[in-house]
């Protein structure tokens, strides 16, 4: 789901520090009219029946929440939304990180980074986009491309790609041509607005089950779709 014009991207913030929430909705609420805080929560469940009532379209999370962890929570904040979930945290244990992209976060900030780099996250996020460092991206690419012992048979597969347009079949090519590429320069690519681009991934991730587009090009990758360049 893409964002409305002159609507403020709607953050819920999940953390067990009551100064932490009330640091974050400063920040955040600050950059009003472009985003605003929509709710708090201090425990997984709170934060799920909150998400619930609220629907966010951004969910800042931390992991460790009075010893209950945050990264259990995160297929139950995306399941059936469009809400996106970033994983803020001062924990630098970087299995938990990669569990966390693995379970659908779509990006991860340590607390330790300056509040622009914050509130960029939130605004990438919300747009589609994965905000990971290189090396949590680097592990990620390497576990996702280890083949699954369990793996669903080809048909069922065979039958979600077969439901692509052909045009949405173009942005899965380009995304596994550019895996790396910000949504503006994915759209140059395919000549086609951002906006118009997100639309497509949305679909696209509807479709084919995946999260995000870390996703998106592995499952590309193992089912067969050719990277060859699309048509304009």
């Known amino acids: 789901m893409t ?94 990180h990669e569990a966390s992209i693995l379970r659908g976060a779509c990006g991860l900030v340590l607390k330790q980074e300056p509040a622009e780099t914050i509130l960029k996250a939130i605004e990438k996020v919300h747009q589609g986009q994965l905000w990971l460092d290189r090396s949590t991206t680097g592990r990620i690419f390497i576990e996702l491309s280890r083949p699954r012992r369990d793996a669903a048979p080809a048909d069922p597969e065979k039958r979600k790609l077969d439901s692509l347009t052909v045009r949405e079949r173009d942005v899965v090519r380009q995304v596994m041509l550019e895996p790396g590429a910000d949504n503006r320069k994915l759209a140059e690519r395919l000549h086609m607005g951002e906006h118009t681009l997100r639309n497509h991934l949305s679909r696209i991730y509807d479709k084919l089950g995946v999260p995000n587009r870390l996703e998106l090009y592995i499952y590309a990758q193992r089912h067969g779709v050719h990277s060859a360049s699309p048509s304009a």
């Open 3 to 96: 964002a409305q014009p002159g609507r403020p991207i709607r953050v819920m913030l999940v953390d067990d520090h009551r100064s932490v929430l009330w640091g974050l909705e400063k920040l955040i609420d600050g950059e009003m009219p472009k985003m605003q805080v929509v709710g708090k929560a201090t425990s997984c469940a709170a934060a799920i029946e909150l998400a619930g009532e609220t629907l966010p379209d951004v969910v800042v999370l931390d992991l460790d929440l009075s010893g209950e962890n945050g990264v259990e929570i995160i297929p139950l904040l995306v399941s059936g939304r469009s809400t996106r979930v970033l994983v803020l945290t001062g924990m630098r244990d970087g299995k938990l």
